[in-house]
């Protein structure tokens, strides 16, 4: 893109800009709607197929020509809500809206129905925003750049959530059975939300052309934004273009901080007035920048600060007032007293920042002085959202984040490393290189413990879903035989036959193909014809085309047990098990005895494999199940919680706490697993039971933006409100 493409500033020019936007998502998810229909028509049919109880026939049926009855109301339907959500974002409400009163008369039960549209909705947004998350985010920033107001990440009409709820939300004329909803959400994902990564790539194509870059500023970046450690070290002028928008922006920041600061310096100062006071005071001992640097500096090489270790240290006020004990009441100019209250500002908030361990606290408060120095000496440390010393800052709380007592010695090798990188610092000559080397280092660190934190992670969640698989296979497996068997009577070798060798074959068909395919409904129409051959006497008149039936019977069982067993001849001799019981009945035909004793079928679900440890595998609230009392809000906070966030767990009966990631998710099971920072899993939780721990205060989710722009933005809320509150 020419560095000379002028960015839209006129409102019409915006509009048009945001109007052009919507008609290109509408376009491309139109075509997505045309895939969808045609593929959601396939699939209806096999459906219809494959079940062979009729009214269930009958419900894919009558769904089916539903759908052709009302795709074209349902595609407008979903058009229409689309453009509405930029209808608003080009003509925002000028009032907000007022939340509806809620008496207890109006509460309602939440249905199984809208728990189940509910889970798919929420665990496909989450796929698709995975998927495109950062060609999402900076179309995001990009649509801010050109919208009359602002307006939240939930609220884009592109997120996937909201894409999800319009098409749910115009196609409820199809009903709520979870039975057609499925498909209809499945056909929807792969059809429609695999394809917004190609639309979001067109739509920030066409806001590049048209000159909209990104604004992104410390203290108001999303809390979605790609990972700045992972930017690649050979981007072209054009990346670097946010960055240079988003210093701008936060140096305006930094100036209202500065404003607001010279407000409240004689309300409510950062440092004591007889440590230091500006150059208007009358006071003796008058320091410039450079002087101050240099006292700072000798300050900082003394045996109190270098070998200080994890014990506590003097604050920035302490190491001041010591050197105002040797010099005397000092008199700064106002840029260097902003700067000092800024930075000791900035440490206060890091050591009350809850989501940081005492530990990774005490570590990073021993850069107060480096800091303070090099803040005086380069004030782009505040500005500049790249600069390695808040790089340095960052890594070193990441690192914290899977903070793990139960485990002392990875935590002693992390504390070793950070106290490693923090002499360096110390020691070193104070600059912008020298902080980039530390920052360097740890972040070199930090990936190899993360590259084999994923391996581990990845194993054990291929784990999880094999046996997930495995379950449902088995589930399935056991259901079948249960509707078709369970409760009548049968000779002793078949029972033994189908729920020992044909419950194995059933099981691989659907761990391979799955419900839908041709094997396992032919392995569940084996189960009908060899109970109805040992159950039914031919007449002699139809031995005939009773031995020809059961010779292509045998030939099925064959064929398919030999896919299980070891040797052929294995499968043939359990075959031939049933093939003599055949023998047996057709030449008793006119003997009312059976050709083998008969026994009555018990089917019972087999145990499921287990989930690994929780802390607290059933928590009850007054010995009810966690289904009576978990709120369906809490259910929804959980789906929110994406893969890759830091929990924490506080159990007040037992005082137990502990750090742990969330994983991986399971969707066949609806299991979440937890790891810990080198990636071996600390618990597996059902969906419900996570959902209770959040809603109890069990579990915390932990912040884990960037340390510094969430600080900075914490002191300039915080100082907006002492000066709103200052007469």
């Not at 940081?356 to 606290?361: A, K, V």
């Not at 031995?543 to 047990?561: G, P």
């Amino acid at each position: 893109m020419p560095s000379s493409t002028p960015t839209p500033n006129d409102a019409a020019d915006q509009a048009a800009l945001l109007n052009s936007l919507g008609g290109l998502a509408a376009e491309a998810l139109t075509r997505g709607m045309a895939e969808l229909f045609v593929s959601l028509q396939r699939v209806m049919v096999e459906l219809a197929g494959s079940t062979p109880v009729v009214s269930e026939q009958q419900r894919f049926l009558d769904a089916l020509r539903e759908m052709a009855r009302s795709q074209e109301t349902i595609r407008n339907d979903f058009l229409a809500r689309l453009g509405a959500g930029f209808e608003r974002i080009i003509k925002p409400p000028t009032t907000a809206a007022t939340a509806p009163g809620i008496s207890a008369d109006s509460l309602e039960l939440v249905s199984q129905e809208q728990i189940e549209r509910h889970v798919l909705s929420a665990g496909m947004a989450n796929r698709a925003r995975d998927r495109a998350q950062k060609a999402l985010f900076q179309l995001h920033e990009r649509m801010l750049r050109i919208a009359p107001a602002p307006f939240e990440e939930a609220d884009n009409p592109l997120d996937p959530a909201n894409i999800t709820r319009a098409f749910l939300e115009a196609s409820s004329m199809l009903g709520p059975d979870p039975r057609i909803l499925r498909p209809l959400c499945s056909q929807f994902d792969s059809c429609v939300l695999s394809g917004l990564g190609e639309l979001y790539g067109a739509a920030n194509e066409l806001l590049r052309e048209a000159g909209v870059l990104p604004e992104l500023s410390p203290l108001t970046r999303s809390s979605r934004k790609p990972d700045a450690r992972s930017r690649p070290a050979d981007q072209g002028p054009e990346a670097a273009a946010p960055e240079a928008a988003e210093s701008g922006r936060a140096a305006s920041d930094l100036r209202d901080i500065s404003e607001l600061l010279a407000r409240l310096r004689a309300v409510a100062p950062a440092l004591p007035a007889s440590v230091v006071g500006t150059a208007t005071a009358s006071v003796p001992a008058s320091v410039n920048t450079a002087g101050l640097v240099n006292l700072v500096a000798d300050l900082q090489g003394s045996a109190t600060w270098l070998d200080a270790g994890n014990a506590p240290l003097p604050d920035i006020r302490e190491a001041l007032a010591a050197i105002a004990r040797q010099r005397g009441r000092l008199s700064l100019a106002a840029t260097d007293h902003d700067t000092i209250g800024l930075v000791t500002l900035f440490f206060d908030t890091v050591n009350a920042d809850r989501n940081l361990p005492l530990e990774i606290q005490a570590m990073i408060a021993r850069l107060q002085l480096p800091v303070l120095r090099l803040a005086l000496q380069d004030r782009s440390f505040f500005a500049d959202a790249a600069h390695p010393a808040r790089q340095l800052i960052d890594l070193m709380a990441r690192a914290g984040l899977g903070w793990d007592p139960e485990n002392a010695e990875a935590q002693s090798v992390l504390l070793a490393q950070l106290r490693s990188v923090v002499d360096e610092v110390l020691t070193g000559d104070n600059d912008q290189a020298c902080y980039r080397t530390a920052a360097g280092r740890l972040q070199e660190h930090a990936m190899r413990t993360e590259q084999r934190a994923l391996k581990m992670e990845r194993r054990t969640a291929e784990r999880a879903e094999a046996d997930a698989r495995t379950n449902a296979a088995r589930d399935a497996v056991y259901q079948a035989l249960r509707e078709r068997i369970d409760g009548i009577t049968l000779p002793a070798p078949v029972l033994d036959f189908l729920t020992r060798d044909w419950q194995r074959v059933m099981q691989l068909f659907h761990l391979r193909r799955g419900i839908a395919s041709a094997e396992w409904q032919d392995a569940v129409q084996v189960i009908d014809d060899l109970v109805a051959s040992v159950r039914n006497r031919p007449h002699r008149s139809e031995r005939a085309d009773f031995e020809a039936r059961m010779e292509q019977l045998h030939a099925r069982l064959e064929n398919a047990l030999g896919q299980t067993q070891s040797h052929t001849a294995d499968a043939e001799a359990r075959v031939d098990v049933i093939r003599n019981l055949h023998r047996a009945t057709l030449s008793d035909t006119e003997s009312p005895a059976p050709p083998a004793p008969m026994v009555p079928a018990q089917v019972t679900l087999p145990a499921p494999i287990p989930p690994r440890g929780a802390p607290r595998p059933d928590p009850l609230a007054g010995g009810r199940p966690i289904g009576e009392v978990l709120m369906f809000e809490s259910l929804q906070k959980a789906d929110a919680v994406a893969v890759g966030s830091w929990l924490e767990y506080k159990d007040p009966r037992s005082g137990v706490t502990r750090r742990c990631k969330l994983s991986a998710r399971i969707e066949e099971s609806r299991t979440l697993i937890f790891s810990d920072r080198s990636g071996a899993t600390i618990w597996e939780k059902s969906r419900k039971l996570f959902a209770y721990e959040l809603q109890i205060g069990f579990l915390q989710q932990i912040e884990d933006s960037s340390l510094v722009e969430r600080t900075l933005g914490r002191i300039a809320e915080n100082l907006r409100s002492s000066a709103n509150a200052t007469p």
